[in-house]
């Protein structure tokens, strides 16, 4: 069940690398996200045909609650194409038109025992965060990896930090963390884990997120990926947000967008994604 | 159709029942074929028999995958799609989808997609025995599958063809929907209504391409898709226009409706009913919304029916005309 | 052509030259006739030796007094116009704005247009002996008027015989701008190139239509009238594209350009130049902006020179084409 | 000599009525515009494709002045449909994109003796207001009669009060001045004035300046009318804005706004504008 709701725009704080927060009330939305799902979003605007046409996708980063219950979910954009520049310009009592909640979110088992890898770059980050508490409030094992080109750029950090849980940074420039990528940083971990009770979440980049899907792959561990793909509807009627899996082609919208790696196949799936991320 | 008709107090002053053909519609606002998926993942924003009807996402013989990823990419104030019609195939549809719609209170209409006159025939016999199935659209002029599809939509002779074919073999209504890549659509349109087409539904999608400037690169992995929504407006408005001058049968007009101006638009231009098709996609509720819109505006012209509008575009003698 | 080519260091750079044919641009971005009146209106704005060149609002043999008001309607991301080809007419152009002119820098393209083959060729007879005009532009594709006009534009034999008509009484350049309102685009595409035109041109306007839905009466004079805007850069590209796979003569690309990555978008697909119509109309800059966008994208890109990205689409092997 | 500027909005007024004042820095349009004369006008915004996609053609209504010199244009709009909604949205720190001046303003003669006759109807008085001013500050002899619905429409009223000259009012709903159209505002002095020292400036409704025109035409009395017309350019290039006059067709945006009544053709220029101003 998703909602359609025009959502009040309560807070928008702008961070380095043009990204930016939105808290928004949208209670029905936060009261029934789960973990990895998305919201389809666009600034409410005073013409008769919305410019962009298309409402953009994005993760619910966080919820807040007010007097216990949840009321605001918060998104967590960077500033790439005309779709999220135009959110970007919301300001607190403009309106979001939100679709949600959308999408299969993360799957995991409340068994304890388990270890988990969160692996996010860039923004990426913005589809992790309500795994990390949710799996912190299991009491279960927790480690992100979290890459970015530089120091400033890593937005959110103490979200994850306050969790109490291992966090690695790496930065393309070394201003911050290691020096390099996720990879560097996974790798870092890598002989330290049980591939039989470990998971991986990764949500960023392809090439990064191909790249920790060939290493999971190499020593069988389970790895689960937040794909990014066009969407025009984001709630399966479209039909235009497919992507290859070994079954089939799959909507990224209804079936995902968190799909198991290993059942990926990232040559075909390609063209969907390829130019959502600025070069 | 349902007994519901009269549950909406707001539109029930208005009297917003149109006909296209034998078809009786309680208002004028049809969801289009390939955005609305089979009717019933729209059931969670609204009751279905708020509509006039909905047109079902293309049916095939055998069901399709599809094209490859790349299937979409925005334009200004439109979008391109080649989705390669993907779809379940009509045995899925009447054994999967159809159960579920139940008694949905509208029209059902299936878009029927075949590779051959035959598969088109074949299709519609499958079908014939659904009464939930209130009638079929033959689409002949999709621009994103190689077989079929277009290659009826731009050969009047196979036009003529296939809908007489068609409609040797069923007996629900039945519509075809035009492609507008024509130089002139009225020779389609009057072979469609010599064969025996109960309506004609234009416009389907234009033939257009998008480019990635920095991999030099088509958008698309069909490298050409079809445009669709607003942008396409004027284009649809003008090919409705014309056609519903040229033939007596009803025409269905489709092509960029976001608001009720846009269907007024159509509707005065000579349709008798109209489909929205992109716009779902941004605002899931907007066939509601265009249909409360034609009831204000029925109310604020004095209008006893919005049927009494339709094809009442006032020319004044000596302006050009299709030249 | 002028000396003060040089003049622009910010894009002196990225070698941003190209070859129409035998005609030699600076930069591939001209302005596209009838939104660029007869260069003069721009002089206030910038110095027009900036452009590769730019085209003349259409002559006709006499001047033309225009269609009647209601010429214009927007539209979303676009807009239409019946103007009716109101112009000066060729004596008038010659006698009253060419002089004023002057050594404009930059390459005049006259775009012209007759009620008949003659009249064609008497109007590339007057305009042959002024250096100033560097080419012909033959537009036979205005979906406004009912002589002439599109009535060449539709019928690939008449194309055929205008244009050859016009080849054998000028030495100029010739380009001939062709409808996007038909079925195939490169029968007459190909008509030119036999015919012995220099360039093709491509596209002119939709036609499209709208409705005033109070007054229930078309909102422009014409009833109909040409679509143009961003609204069409997806048609547009595409059949330039298609153009450019079917003839050897070079493309010009024009339709809904407004930003470099518009006119990126068809130079890939093919276009030898560019010309930037409507969006003159809301950004009088926008030529200079495309340009200087060029000339970064060559820099980042470390191309040595625009030229060397024109037709350069890659399209991979098994992915759909024209179907 | 036009100009193209991005003019930072200075100040956003709303009076009822659905009207705004912008004032906006501009000072090279400010230094020279003349009464009667207008720019082109949309909302800078962060797309790349502005929506709706034209610009709107807007009288300057006032000039201020920085020490001295011409600074801020003014302009006051009603908000009708897609373009002066988006106009409307202006908040100081936005900027206009603008053009202007444009076309030929009132033409008028400094001699004295004269008696000038402005007729405005609802937001024509946006065009009028310079005007005033101007024929005030030669000395001369100035009516303004000045009719909207309602009182409450009567935006910008004070602002002529200021001028110590001559005003009435007229509302369609009596609740302010005479109750009735400016037609009767108008026919009480009508038979006071010199037809030939008397000029008639006429902004408004169409209806209302075609009544005025025949109420001219029967006295001969001179009268300049100032018209809306769809425009896409504003200057001269798209042919798109012509009106008919005895002589011909006419460009509203370079040979007017201001046409001389007499020689207009309404008939023949009602497609132009008849849709410009909401039913
Ligand atoms: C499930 C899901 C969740 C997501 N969550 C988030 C999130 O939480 N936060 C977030 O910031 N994003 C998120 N995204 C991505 C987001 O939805 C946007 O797609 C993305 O930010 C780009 O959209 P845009 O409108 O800004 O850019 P667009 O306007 O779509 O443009 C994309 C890029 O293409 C370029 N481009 C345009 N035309 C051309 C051309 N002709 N040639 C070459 N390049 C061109 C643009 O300049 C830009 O760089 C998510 C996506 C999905 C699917
Ligand atoms: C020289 C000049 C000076 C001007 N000065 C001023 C000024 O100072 N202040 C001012 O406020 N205005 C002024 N105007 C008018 C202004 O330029 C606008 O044209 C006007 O306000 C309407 O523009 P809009 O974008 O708001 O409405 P538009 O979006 O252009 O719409 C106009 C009307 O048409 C309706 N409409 C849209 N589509 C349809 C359809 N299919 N059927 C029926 N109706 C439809 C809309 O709902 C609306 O009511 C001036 C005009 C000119 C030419
Ligand atoms: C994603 C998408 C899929 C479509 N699939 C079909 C289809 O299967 N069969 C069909 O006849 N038309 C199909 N269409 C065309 C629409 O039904 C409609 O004719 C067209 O989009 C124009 O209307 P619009 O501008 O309101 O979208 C599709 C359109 C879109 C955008
Ligand atoms: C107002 C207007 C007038 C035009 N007049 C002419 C003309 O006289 N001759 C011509 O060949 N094309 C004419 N065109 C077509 C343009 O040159 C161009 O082909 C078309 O507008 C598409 O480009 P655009 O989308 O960049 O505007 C006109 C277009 C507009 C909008
Ligand atoms: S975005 Fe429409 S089906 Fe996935
Ligand atoms: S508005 Fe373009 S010529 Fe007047």
């Not at chain 1, 899996?245 to 994604?273: I, K, M, N």
């Not at chain 2, 025996?196 to 898709?225: E, Q």
Request: charged share 20%.
């Amino acid at each position: 069940m998703s909602w359609i709701v025009q959502a009040p725009v309560a807070r928008a704080e702008s961070f380095p690398g043009r990204n930016v927060l939105l808290s928004v009330e949208a209670s029905d939305i936060a009261a029934s996200t789960r973990p990895g799902q998305f919201v389809m979003a666009a600034l409410q605007q005073h013409s008769s045909i919305p410019s962009p046409l298309l409402k953009r996708a994005l993760a619910v980063y966080a919820i807040e609650t007010e007097e216990g219950a949840p009321s605001r979910i918060n998104l967590l954009l960077k500033v790439i194409g005309e779709g999220t520049r135009q959110l970007a310009q919301a300001r607190p009592g403009d309106h979001l038109a939100l679709l949600g909640p959308l999408g299969n979110g993360f799957q995991w088992e409340a068994s304890g025992g388990k270890s988990h890898l969160i692996v996010a770059g860039g923004i990426g980050i913005a589809s992790v965060l309500l795994l990390a508490q949710q799996l912190r409030n299991e009491g279960q094992d927790v480690h992100l990896i979290y890459g970015a080109r530089s120091g400033r750029d890593l937005v959110g950090l103490e979200d994850f930090q306050k969790l109490d849980m291992d966090v690695i940074t790496t930065t393309e420039d070394g201003s911050q963390g290691m020096h390099g990528l996720v990879t560097d940083g996974l790798q870092q971990l890598w002989s330290r884990i049980d591939p039989g009770t470990t998971t991986l979440y990764v949500c960023g980049p392809n090439p990064m997120m191909q790249a920790v899907s060939r290493l999971a792959a190499e020593r069988s561990v389970s790895c689960q990926i937040s794909v990014e793909v066009k969407m025009a509807c984001g709630f399966g009627v479209c039909l235009g947000c497919s992507v290859k899996t070994r079954d089939s082609y799959r909507l990224a919208c209804t079936h995902g967008p968190v799909f198991d790696a290993g059942r990926f196949v990232w040559e075909e799936s390609q063209a969907s994604f390829e130019t959502v991320r600025a070069p | 159709m349902s007994s519901k008709t009269e549950k909406h107090p707001e539109t029930g002053t208005a009297d917003l029942s149109v006909e296209v053909g034998s078809l009786q519609l309680k208002n004028p606002v049809l969801a289009a074929s390939g955005t609305f998926g089979y009717g019933l993942e729209f059931q969670q924003f609204f009751d279905l028999d708020r509509l006039g009807g909905f047109c079902t996402k293309g049916l095939s013989l055998q069901p399709m995958k599809g094209a490859a990823p790349g299937r979409i990419q925005e334009t200004p104030a439109g979008m391109l799609n080649a989705i390669g019609l993907e779809n379940v195939g009509v045995d899925g549809f009447i054994r999967d989808k159809l159960p579920l719609l139940g008694d949905c209170g509208t029209h059902v209409i299936a878009n029927v997609l075949g590779k051959s006159i035959q598969e088109f025939v074949t299709i519609a016999e499958r079908l014939e025995p659904y009464p939930e199935v209130s009638g079929l659209e033959l689409n002949i002029s999709c621009p994103n599958i190689s077989e079929g599809g277009i290659h009826f939509g731009h050969d009047p002779e196979m036009t003529f063809q296939v809908v007489q074919a068609v409609r040797g073999s069923t007996r629900k209504p039945l519509w075809v929907k035009l492609s507008p890549n024509v130089t002139d659509i009225t020779v389609f349109a009057r072979a469609c209504e010599e064969a025996g087409a109960d309506a004609i539904s234009l416009v389907n999608t234009f033939v257009g391409m998008s480019i990635d400037v920095h991999k030099r690169r088509p958008m698309l992995s069909n490298v050409t898709g079809g445009l669709s929504g607003p942008a396409i407006r004027p284009l649809a408005v003008r090919l409705v226009h014309q056609t519903a001058q040229a033939v007596r049968v009803p025409v269905v007009g489709i092509g960029g409706i976001s608001h009720s101006r846009d269907a007024l638009e159509f509707l005065i231009a000579g349709a008798s009913a109209i489909q929205i098709g992109t716009a779902n996609f941004y605002d899931p509720l907007v066939s509601l919304k265009v249909i409360d819109g034609l009831a204000d505006y029925c109310r604020q012209q004095k209008l006893p029916g919005i049927r009494h509008l339709i094809g009442t575009l006032q020319i004044r003698e000596g302006q050009f005309f299709y030249t």
